[in-house]
């Protein structure tokens, strides 16, 4: 693993992250950064100044230091609350709230000392100011991934001319025209699935001789038909069909008196009788107008023919078809030929555009009754496009600038955007994020914002045609804009054409970054829906009453744990890393998380402020961190060693990682868990290949080697990892017990009981999931009596244990006695990956979190208080607002899988649950009360056991995360 110490471009990690968010529950109140002024700000740094004579000052500064020029010196004092909240409201008004102050005050004094400062206000202000000024500057829309670039084979080197996007059948695919009429059909993946060459002039009946002789110059989707309408230089129009799996020339309409240069289609998605509408636009400058009047009967009159090649409908008999098409045709808009045309159904507009400098873009009623809208433009307009919502046109050109225009003003345009070398040939809209692509003949594809016009973003798309020094030919119209919308399962994207290949470019469906303080701009907040991203990681903070879950989309949601309500989001936590880990600093006031790239970040969990960011020592997984009480960090990943971090009174927003720690090389393979024991003065870490190493705090060295010993039928491979590590802080502080078994480990769903002081032993262990071939991936005990032990494992199953007894005995290895089981049902229909106990208003609860998207509470007896996020929020307090019908379906749903699974009645309090590493063993070294009292254990050889693997390329970390988060992404061990 490469270290900080040779790897200087770690730091770069977080350059590179996509930007955070923050959306916050408008009922905390306005901001504070929003309501002080600047003379707010003036008068209370008066309020933190106090003025002391000189014979002071010189008693304090014997040098004079300090001294201002009329003798007196302003030094900075520190307020408390009540100082702080009569100090505010003597700036601001009588009228602020004191729960609006409390929170300020809160902000400010993130270390909890009671007391804040003038340089802290400052401090919390500039980081507020920063992010606001980091939200205004918008994202690119294009992700940073590298685009899909596909070779058109069948162009025979011709360009593509267009590239239209077809949903029908169901699953999404396109079909792009080439110059030459070659007609390719792509699945959404950018793979060739059939092709279909354009046919010739029928006069050509010489055998192999008929083929199409001419270039095509635009092509359009007809939705409602299923079928393509591709225009060429020969004066026609072919109608493809492509509503089976077969593709076929459907009809040919040929003998236009001009060539037809841009095509249109329009019809009603929502009343589909409704006449469809095709535009054409041609070399004359003049609009073909052709309605379909009977869409649900086809596009023109079939007549009864046995032949199998296209209908052929000469463009002057087109009267013959009156019952089907109505035509008209607008002579003489441009002087030039039309190269883009579009139609606003609102308004029954059509635009148009031309290369010519006195009618660059026309837009005009259908009805011609009003007078035309004409925009001139030195050297015209190649190409245009236009939002009806934004009333925003976009116009691009030889001059190789992109225009922006409102839509009635044709004079002046709003703004000119510069930057491109070459002509523009394509330029789009993307109206979710409100930015403009362009794309210039060199192949360089920008991205500009609508409301800054700044260029966010430029990309020379590497086309494997383009030779250095030479330009490389395009087609018509470059661009296929795919914006929602869209079918299920397709994210937006931008399709580019250059020559005989395409590219596919992946779009951000909303806009990135930002760190706003409320709601984004109509977005209601409030519940949201219950299974979302698989969770990764939770946790209670009992001072602020919340609960923090955090998500494999790389986003940490805090929940009102008394109502079930959500108070703050942070979106793109980690950029579009997958959170691994998470915990609470000693004031619980900040929140420390870490990613699958190796970054840590510190959190603010009262605004979502980033307070810092740690040193990444590799940039693989962080798979743990812990608080120590005098807030030293502790993580550990796959770097196999111990990183230190200091946090207690930082104020640098980068924070250096500390290596003092003496673990290079004592960890063999990747370490999975880290947890601490303040009482005991140690440490425990545990990694894949199932070793537990106890560390002293003091000397930050290694003090003990744990690893539970192969049983029968084990190999050394066939070790499991070690998931999770507990302290049972209750025991470690008691003289009597602390000897006892205080640290749990959980390997391969057994749960081992280990004592660290006086003589090692292991006090106990068993097998705790409901299920054989499972995992225990998470544990948790009530604080600070460590009365039961709760653990929740991959089948989503929870157990509840009675250990007030239990493991205060040496046990042999042979023995598998279990604690008593007070309570277990099925929880989530994922792997449980997070739970803890907590208290809240004087009762117990269970906190789940799942890979099945959702976080629960429960009571200690197993009934569901509600899942966070729900649409119906309830009150801690009053039992009549838990989802009882749910925690009834829950409880008969596990004792059903029980009895299915495993052969039982159901689960009491005895019942014993089985072991499948015993399945090897023999009947005199099982458990006796297990053999006596459990149906389920004497199953277990009659069963057929899961596989411990699920299979042989993939490591066993690997499959974890397969299972829990489909996930098939290798670590360092495949």
């Not at 790389?554 to 703050?568: A, D, K, Y």
């Not at 120590?628 to 640098?652: C, E, F, M, T």
């Not at 370490?671 to 870490?685: E, F, N, Q």
């Amino acid at each position: 693993m490469n270290t900080v110490r040779n790897h200087k471009h770690l730091w770069v990690l977080y350059e590179t992250e996509v930007p955070h968010s923050r959306i916050c529950d408008p009922a905390c109140g306005v901001s504070p950064a929003e309501k002080l002024s600047p003379e707010h700000l003036q008068l209370l740094r008066t309020a933190f100044t106090c003025s002391k004579s000189a014979a002071q000052i010189e008693e304090n500064w014997p040098d004079g230091r300090g001294r201002s020029s009329r003798g007196k010196r302003s030094k900075e004092r520190e307020m408390k609350f009540e100082e702080f909240r009569d100090a505010l409201r003597s700036v601001i008004g009588p009228d602020v709230e004191d729960t609006w102050v409390e929170r300020f005050f809160s902000e400010v004094d993130i270390t909890c000392t009671g007391q804040v400062n003038w340089q802290q206000l400052c401090s919390f202000l500039f980081l507020e100011y920063t992010e606001r000024e980091r939200a205004s500057i918008p994202t690119a829309a294009l992700l940073d991934r590298q685009p899909q670039i596909r070779h058109c084979s069948h162009n025979k080197r011709e360009p593509t001319v267009r590239v239209v996007a077809v949903s029908h059948p169901p699953s999404l695919h396109y079909i792009s025209v080439s110059k030459g009429g070659q007609i390719t059909v792509w699945n959404s993946s950018l793979h060739i699935l059939k092709t279909l060459a354009l046919a010739g002039d029928p006069t050509e009946e010489v055998a192999n001789t008929r083929r199409f002789r001419g270039w095509t110059t635009d092509a359009v989707y007809m939705g409602n038909f299923h079928t393509v309408a591709i225009a060429t230089d020969c004066r026609d129009l072919h109608f493809v069909s492509v509503s089976t799996n077969s593709v076929f020339e459907e009809v040919h309409l040929f003998g236009f008196r001009s060539v037809l240069t841009a095509l249109c289609y329009w019809h009603d998605v929502q009343c589909p009788e409704r006449p469809a509408l095709l535009l054409l636009g041609d070399e004359k400058g003049g609009v073909h107008l052709m309605w379909f009047l009977n869409p649900s009967k086809g596009l023109f009159k079939n007549p009864c023919k046995k032949k199998s090649s296209p209908q052929r409908i000469f463009f002057p008999d087109l009267g013959e078809h009156s019952s089907m098409v109505s035509h008209c045709y607008i002579p003489n808009i441009h002087p030039e030929p039309v190269n883009r045309v579009m139609f606003e159904p609102g308004t029954s507009i059509i635009m148009t555009s031309s290369e010519s400098d006195t009618a660059s873009v026309v837009c005009m009623n259908v009805t011609l009754k009003r007078e035309p809208y004409v925009w001139r433009i030195k050297q015209g307009a190649k190409c245009f496009d236009y939002n009806a919502s934004l009333q925003l046109m976009v116009t691009g050109g030889c001059d190789r600038a992109v225009r922006l225009w409102t839509r009635y003003v044709t004079t002046i345009p709003v703004a000119t955007l510069l930057g491109h070398h070459t002509t523009i040939l394509d330029v789009a809209i993307y109206q979710p994020v409100r930015q403009i692509f362009s794309y210039s003949r060199d192949a360089e594809l920008r991205v500009w914002d609508i409301s800054t016009h700044q260029c966010l973003k430029t990309v020379r798309l590497h086309f494997p045609c383009m030779q250095p020094g030479r330009i490389p030919e395009h087609g018509n119209f470059p661009f296929l804009l795919l914006s929602p919308p869209l079918p299920e399962h397709t994210q937006p994207h931008l399709v580019v054409g250059c020559k005989d290949y395409l590219a596919l470019l992946s779009l951000a469906e909303t806009r990135r970054g930002g760190g706003e303080w409320l709601t984004d701009e109509g977005r209601e907040f409030g519940p949201e829906i219950q299974s979302g991203p698989p969770l990764s990681c939770a946790l209670y903070n009992p001072t602020l009453r919340q609960v923090v879950t955090g998500h494999t989309d790389s986003s940490v949601t805090l929940w009102n744990v008394e109502t079930g309500r959500r108070q703050l989001q942070i979106l793109n936590a980690h950029g579009e890393e997958e959170l691994t880990c998470m915990t609470l600093d000693s004031t619980h006031r900040r929140l420390i998380t870490g990613a699958r790239n190796g970054t840590l970040k510190v959190w603010n969990l009262l605004n979502g402020l980033n307070l810092h960011k740690l040193e990444p020592v590799t940039n693989s997984d962080v798979t743990g961190v812990t608080c120590l009480h005098d807030n030293q960090l502790l993580a550990v990943g796959w770097s196999q060693r111990i990183a230190q971090y200091d946090i207690a009174s930082v104020k640098d927003l980068y924070v250096r990682a500390h290596m003092s720690w003496k673990s290079s090389g004592v960890h063999k393979s990747d370490i999975l868990a880290v947890c601490h024991c303040s009482a005991l003065g140690v440490a425990a870490t545990a990694s894949y290949d199932g070793e537990v190493v106890i560390w002293r705090l003091e000397t930050q060295g290694p003090l003990l080697h744990l690893r539970r010993e192969t049983r029968a039928g084990e190999t050394t491979g066939e070790v499991p990892p070690v998931n999770s590590l507990l302290f049972l802080q209750h025991r470690a502080g008691n003289r009597k017990l602390r000897n006892r078994g205080v640290l749990l480990s959980s390997q391969g769903g057994r749960l081992t009981f280990w004592s660290i002081t006086g003589q090692t032993h292991t006090y106990g262990q068993f097998y705790a999931p409901a299920q054989p071939g499972e995992r225990v991936l998470s544990m948790s005990s009530d604080q600070p009596i460590n009365q039961i032990l709760v653990s929740g494992d991959t089948a989503g199953w929870l157990q509840i244990w009675d250990i007030s007894d239990y493991a205060l005995d040496i046990q042999h290895e042979s023995v598998c006695e279990q604690p008593p089981l007070q309570q277990c049902w099925k929880a989530h229909k994922g792997g449980i990956v997070s739970v803890e106990v907590l208290e809240v208003a004087g009762k117990s609860f269970i906190l789940t979190a799942s890979s099945d998207g959702s976080a629960g509470l429960w009571t200690k007896d197993g009934d569901h208080v509600g899942s966070f996020g729900q649409e119906v929020m309830w009150n801690i307090t009053d039992e009549a607002t838990y989802q009882r019908e749910t925690k009834n379906n829950l409880k008969e749903d596990a004792h059903e899988e029980a009895r299915t699974e495993s052969g039982t009645v159901g689960l009491s309090e005895k019942s014993q649950v089985p072991d499948p590493l015993n399945s090897g063993e023999t009947e005199q070294e099982e458990c006796s009360e297990a053999s006596s009292t459990s149906p389920a254990a004497g199953n277990d050889h009659e069963q057929p056991q899961q596989p411990m693997y699920l299979c042989e390329d993939l490591c066993q970390m690997c499959r974890e995360r397969r299972r829990l988060f489909d996930d098939v992404s290798h670590c360092n061990h495949c």
